[in-house]
């Protein structure tokens, strides 16, 4: 509620009225500038008083016209007097509304009674006093006021007093200073320099998006000009810091270097122009900092392509084998069939010509004619002989030779009766019932072989077809084509077809190879292996394939050194370029880091010297880069440590007024702190890395600002304390430092709330195309827990901020975290649960223990007001819950089902339910005993 004080005339023109805040937000949210112009107004306590005119508190959204300077020490006389003086052309004939907490009105009646002097110190103190309300109380017009005149004319440079609001400009985002001429003073001169020093106040007016753009007046949360403090001291300001980067005003200039570069004396210049650019040589390391970056980039250059070399050979190996394995064993299974299919041929023929040699009652003239028909259509034909068996010996019945083939070649029919005779014992397996496959080469001038296969006359087996046949018949599949070796043996090992000749007349015998004697010793018609062969030295890949004729087989052989020439070779270029590259690499690192060593070493030379205390160090930017930025903010650091009495610290922390009530109170005890039950809260922005680096910092502070400014008005409507902000994560605290009745229930209230405004957010962002489409998805996680907490100021006496701590806060956080993988908004636990159920619907999620902590917890999603939830929502979370019961009951198939007809019923894909779906497979394949205790262990934040 604000109460209105009399109106008191002010500056001539104009009339104050201040208005006490009670410190609650519907009041200022209600307040609507009435006609006028309005000044919130703050103070704060660093080295002594200072004030400021600010932006709405907590980014309260105010579009009429309101007054924005930044803080002002009390005793700075000269920038009081010019304040007073834009003051009085800025309200000429308006209302000033001067909205303040109860705990300063005596500073406020104060500066504005200071503010009256200093335009017209015409005026009696006395009758000041008076008409601010002041008598009685310690006057704050100072004494240095009377003695102004005494001070000498001096152009000095202060920020503007912005006006923002709909008659008003909005704010620029570049803080142009104003120099503005005072008879009556001047500046002290420096009695170290003898040079005048220049006093200078930053502004903090900033704009989102740097270019004056216009306000929304339909914006939902449009802040202006609203600082946020995160923990470590950055302020997450419209145009100042987001997430630690700096974002410059046009021109690539910062305030603080205009400022300097303005009121920096001609001796300042000349001196520092004396300074020589050197560095002191006495500044050593054990190792520089160019050697380490050669040798760090060296180690990973070389891992790096070390790895890239090995995983790449070692799979093309790979590849090449299993491409040699398929092509072997294709190789073997083309040619066995083509072999077996022409063996079966030259049986067939050799029976039709057994039968046109034992037909009774044919023509002599008509046998000749058909004989000599078919020798000279099968020229690889050259003998066919039918044997009976008498005793130990092979009686010849009938034979007849291929005569043309006789005169072209040495050898005679004697020939051919020795090869019977040589090979009796084996064609005699003919009689068994068994087909023979041998060689006949030996004792002929070219390769040839022999079958042997039992014939029936007088309907008994009693006789054997014997029929040799010229290699010509088989040979061309044998012919040696690229890498692969192909040949053929019998059951006996003795080589039939071979790309050698010499090995084929020999009839060598080959079941020495593994490959051989693994064919004859196998029931499997095809097979593989890889053996080294000492005989032929090295390692060789073999695959075969039996022709299912007389035990004969195929064999395809390929050396391995022949197979992965490709793979050495590639390896030994990889190496090749890679010593080229790294020698490339370390010329380039060499003279590249030469352009960071040197600045370094400048600025630990001029580090060294600011220790020393001498502050005018000669160095200057010598890069575009980062050191080169580094190394100019670090010549202001020095000249911002020469003045440091006189620049002010204008980037503070922002206090919840709760908390700084309660201080005023009794701040020796928040310092002590206390063990207090709260409701511990933390929330995330969910991806909000890849959402900052698509936008712009002025975006990407605009679009922060705006919804920590949402988030922040819920939690404060539901009586919970900002604890600080940590980038876009928001932590807060229920029932501390003040008591909050159903703290539980207030928590879960502006959990389910905040869920509701940031989609009301994202709605506006897509209508309006705002930001990126990343942005415009944006989500955020919730933990909520209840417990036990260490609560007070933690820090230093100069420096601290209240805070929360221990394990309730620290299961808050993450539960946050494990919003993730469950892919839920709110998680909380059961003391919360348990305050809520009657109001709220929840879903018991999963009983796990979290890192950190040895005691399981159960915890659960917070779905929403039950008022406001769909009935498939309600039955959802029932059938979810049914299968958790089955799940830890080990009831794996039921409880699988449970969770997809709960996500089926929902309508929505269910991360959590997929989880457990996953995982009660996995406990049904491998069982988790009966001492399981259904507790699932996470091993991450």
């Known amino acids: ?102 705990n300063v009105e005596v500073e406020v009646r104060s500066v504005f009674a200071r503010l009256e002097y200093l335009f017209d110190d015409r005026i009696s103190p006395d009758r000041i006093t008076h008409r601010f309300g002041l008598t009685g109380k310690t006057s704050s017009i100072p004494e240095a006021v009377v003695k102004t005149k005494e001070i000498e004319t001096k152009s000095l440079s202060y920020p503007p007093l912005e006006l923002i609001g709909e008659s008003g400009k909005t704010k ?13 003073e001047t500046t002290v001169p420096n009695k170290s320099t003898d040079s005048p020093k220049i006093q200078t106040i930053e502004s903090l007016g900033n704009d989102t998006d740097g270019m004056g753009k216009e306000e929304d007046p339909n914006h939902p949360y449009d802040m202006i000009e609203s600082s946020f403090a995160t923990s470590d001291g950055i302020m997450h300001t419209n145009g100042h810091q987001v997430n ?65 070399i090995i995983i790449a050979s070692f799979y093309f190996k790979q590849s090449i084998e299993l491409q040699l394995r398929d092509n072997n064993l294709r190789i073997a299974e083309i040619i066995g069939s083509k072999v077996k299919s022409d063996i079966l041929g030259v049986v067939e023929k050799g029976r039709q010509i057994a039968i046109t040699l034992t037909t009774q009652g044919l023509p002599e003239d008509d046998r000749k004619l058909l004989l000599k028909t078919f020798f000279k259509n099968d020229k690889e ?165 039996k022709i299912g004729f007389a035990d004969a087989g195929v064999i395809t052989i390929v050396s391995e050194e022949k197979a992965f020439a490709a793979v050495y070779k590639s390896q030994r270029t990889n190496l090749y370029i890679a010593g080229i590259g790294l020698c490339s690499a370390l010329i380039f690192v060499f003279f590249f880091s030469k352009t960071i060593t040197k600045p370094v070493l400048q600025l630990l030379s001029a580090t060294l010297e600011i220790a020393k205390g001498n502050f005018k160090i000669g160095i200057k930017p010598t890069t575009q880069d980062e050191v080169g930025l580094l190394t100019k903010y670090f010549i202001d650091m020095g000249q911002g440590l020469e003045e440091r009495e006189k620049v002010k610290n204008i980037l503070g922390s922002m206090i919840d007024p709760v908390v700084v009530q309660e201080a005023m109170v009794d701040l020796a005890a928040l310092k002590r702190g206390s063990e207090t039950h709260i409701t511990a809260f933390f929330s995330d922005v969910a991806s909000f890395s890849t959402i900052s680096e698509q936008l712009k910092s002025a975006d990407l ?100 901020s209240y805070t929360m701590m221990g394990d309730t806060v620290n299961l808050a956080a993450r539960l946050e975290a494990a919003g993730k993988d469950y892919g839920v908004n709110i998680l909380i636990t059961d003391p919360i649960r348990d305050k809520i159920k009657d109001e709220m619907l929840t879903r018991f999620v999963d009983l ?30 029932s059938l979810y819950e049914l299968g958790f019961e089955e799940y830890l009951k080990q009831n794996w198939k039921k409880a699988i089902q449970y969770f997809q007809d709960s996500e089926k019923v929902k309508g929505t894909k269910d991360k959590s339910g997929r989880m457990l779906i996953e995982r009660c497979e996995e406990y049904n394949l491998n069982s988790p005993g009966k001492d399981w205790d259904g507790v699932f262990t996470r091993t991450h934040k």
Request: charged share 25%.
């Open 1 to 102: 509620m604000l109460e209105i004080s009399a109106e008191i005339p002010f500056l001539k023109t104009s009339k104050l009225i201040l208005l006490v805040w009670d410190e609650t937000l519907p009041s200022l949210e209600s307040w609507k500038g009435e006609e006028g112009i309005t000044i919130f107004f703050q103070t704060r306590r660093t080295r002594e008083l200072e004030f400021r005119f600010g932006p709405p508190p907590w980014g309260i959204r105010f579009q009429n016209n309101h007054f924005e300077y930044p803080f002002l020490s009390i005793h700075n006389i000269s920038a009081n007097k010019y304040l007073a003086k834009e003051l009085t052309q800025a309200s000429e004939g308006k209302n000033l509304f001067v909205i303040y907490p109860k």
């Open 172 to 184: 620029l985002r570049q803080m142009e200073l104003v120099t503005v001429p005072f008879e009556n």
């Open 244 to 308: 630690g980067k700096q974002s410059l005003p046009e021109g690539g200039e910062t305030t603080k270097e205009k400022i300097s570069d303005n009121t920096r004396s001609e001796k300042d210049k000349i001196d520092e122009a004396k300074v020589p650019d050197t560095i002191d040589s006495t500044v050593n390391t054990k190792f520089s900092l160019q050697l380490k970056m050669m040798g760090v980039i060296s180690l990973l250059f070389i891992l790096s392509v070390a790895t890239i």
């Open 381 to 545: 034909f050259i003998y066919l002989g039918i044997f009976e068996k008498r005793g130990d010996t092979l009686v010849k019945k009938r034979e007849v030779f291929n005569e043309e083939e006789l005169k072209k070649s040495s050898v005679t029919e004697d020939d051919f009766h020795a090869v019977v005779e040589r090979n009796r014992d084996a064609l005699a397996e003919a009689f068994n019932g068994q087909t023979v496959l041998l060689n006949s080469s030996p004792g002929f001038v070219e390769p040839s072989f022999a079958i042997a296969i039992p014939t029936a006359e007088n309907g008994e087996l009693d006789n054997a077809l014997v029929i040799i046949v010229k290699l010509e018949k088989i040979i061309g599949a044998f012919s040696k084509k690229g890498i692969e070796t192909t040949f053929m043996v019998n059951g006996s090992g003795t080589v039939l077809a071979h790309p050698k000749e010499d090995l084929v007349l020999a009839a060598t015998d080959l079941t020495g190879m593994p490959i051989v004697k693994t064919m004859l010793t196998s029931a499997p018609s095809t097979g593989q292996m890889s053996y080294l062969d000492e005989e032929l030295g090295g390692n060789y890949l073999g695959s075969f394939q």
């Open 701 to 800: 502070a605009s679009l922060l600002n705006e919804y920590l400014s949402a988030m922040t008005i819920i939690l404060k409507q539901h009586e919970g304390v900002l604890d600080k902000y940590i980038g876009d994560a928001i932590v807060g605290i229920f029932n501390a430092p003040v008591p909050v009745i159903d703290h539980e229930l207030k928590a879960a209230r502006a959990s389910v709330d905040m869920v509701k405004k940031l989609k009301e957010l994202r709605e506006y962002w897509t209508k309006n195309n705002l930001y990126s489409k990343e942005a415009q998805a944006m989500d955020a996680r919730i933990g909520l827990n209840s417990g036990p907490a260490k609560v007070g100021f933690m820090g230093t006496d100069a420096l601290a």
């Open 848 to 877: 796990v223990r979290v890192k950190g902590k040895n005691e399981p917890v159960r915890i659960h999603e917070l779905i929403g007001y039950r008022t406001e939830l769909e009935s498939n929502l309600l039955e959802a979370a």
